[in-house]
């Protein structure tokens, strides 16, 4: 299963942001010093400042939200309840890591409250996923005090 696939690609995206922007300074330092640089030379400068900015921003909220979802999955981890839950879809997604297809298994279950809740399993390999059909059942472990964060178990209750 991909682990923590917002943090790593989010960390990319902030890295290829960081790269950009240094880019950036670099010429600007090389602009600054050259008394014959036209308007044309300084509009090159917004380039690499504009992909920066856009690839940090987008990186730091991937992160942000893996690293958030990695502090829930942990909780939940700790002081969650384990309880059966029924599979509801096994699809692929429209994301792909070294070209290989990442794939979702959605799940509903009840809580402690009786309400049906729902979540998903990450990203498991497209050979796990397609061992799973709709309507089997599952283990999955929620937080009793926020019924909706849970996290994928599987065949196996134990984490």
Do not use: C
């Not at 299963?1 to 943090?7: I, L, T």
């Not at 400068?45 to 992909?51: D, F, G, I, K, R």
């Not at 920066?52 to 958030?68: N, R």
């Amino acid at each position: 299963m991909v682990q923590q696939f917002d943090v790593w690609f989010g960390g990319i995206f902030l890295g290829v942001g960081l790269a950009a922007l240094a880019f950036g300074l670099v010429l600007f330092r090389l602009l600054r010093a050259d008394p014959d640089a036209g308007g044309g030379a300084w509009f090159a400068l917004a380039l690499p400042t504009l992909v920066g900015s856009i690839f940090l921003v987008i990186g730091g909220i991937f992160f942000y939200k893996g690293q958030e979802k990695a502090q829930q999955v942990q909780h939940v981890r700790i002081a969650g309840t384990t309880t059966e839950a029924t599979i509801v879809a096994v699809e692929p997604t429209n994301t792909k890591v070294n070209t290989r297809r990442l794939w979702r298994i959605r799940y509903a279950y009840d809580g402690l409250s009786g309400v049906s809740q729902t979540g998903d399993s990450g990203y498991p390999s497209a050979e796990e996923a397609q061992g799973y059909r709709v309507g089997n059942r599952v283990f999955v472990r929620y937080d009793p005090e926020q019924p909706t964060v849970s996290m994928w178990l599987g065949r196996d209750e134990q984490i």
